[in-house]
């Protein structure tokens, strides 16, 4: 089934107006499957390999069936008082934000496959207690990640902070984990590889080295080609989901994001034939033209799978 747009009547307003890239929709996804009977409401969009849900995450989650989903990649607000959208709120106390924070997650753990991934993106003072909190879930911890960030402002009497912390735990022994290899490292001056690997470089893998648990070459999403004009929120390198989305799944395993923000997780799952499933509660419009329109780049990634 085609999507049909309605132009504006007014004559100017069709000069100006830039028509979105008309795609051909055959068959699309079904998220009944994966709901329980008492839930009505229908997904604002739809496409082939997805869905998406204009609401609270909490109005959503509790009623996705008992391990259905393969894998939960959340980047919920940080509690910093920042302007996102009308519906979000991000100016809690601490214990309110965590018991908040603790409520989704035990939903998003509850919705895991046995063998399911969950990755949460957030500030390491955070995830410090959510993750004690996974593994009183009974949840198995895999990794820490820290992703560098290359822009912050030193804090009066503290360190520098220079990561975000993105933590890795799953539902007993994980049920996919893809070996990822990164390129070499090498001199953008002079093209010459940066280390001798103690002499063994020889030895390694053609493909590249493994990756680490500290991620230094993640881009930042400054620049418009990157995200909508229409969110001014920070958005996520689409370079943090593609690892994320490839080393815990395969093709046709089911993702979900419960705070889907400039929907990098969907469009990354639509490249990878990956199922999922958004929740979005202020930008679902937002993320609905990113999916449509094609207008917004995705970082290059190098990266080697193994299969």
Known sequence: MQKTIELPTDSAMQKQ?????FK??????EAKPYLKDSFVTSPIYSSALGALFSEDCMKVLPFIKDGVVDTVFADPPFNLGKQYGRNTHDRRSDEEYLAWSQAWLSE???ILKPGGALFLYNLP???VLFGAYLTQLQMDFRHWIAIEISACLPIPGRLHPSHYSLLYYTKGKPKVFRRIRTPIETCR????EIKDYGGHRGAMNPKGVTLKD?????????????????RKANALSTRILSRVIEMSTVSGDLV??????SGTTFVVCE???????????DFAKEIIDRLECDDIKSHKNHDYVEE
């Open 17 to 21: 107006w830039k028509q979105p890239v």
């Open 24 to 29: 051909w929709h055959g068959k699309t996804f």
């Open 108 to 110: 998003c753990v509850r």
């Open 125 to 127: 003072k955070w995830n």
């Open 189 to 192: 001056h002079c093209n010459e």
């Open 214 to 230: 500290v991620w230094t070459d993640i881009p930042p999403v400054r620049h418009w080609k990157f995200k909508s004009k229409n």
């Open 256 to 261: 979900l994001d419960p705070f889907g923000g």
């Open 271 to 281: 490249e990878k034939n990956r199922h999922w499933i958004g929740i979005e509660i």
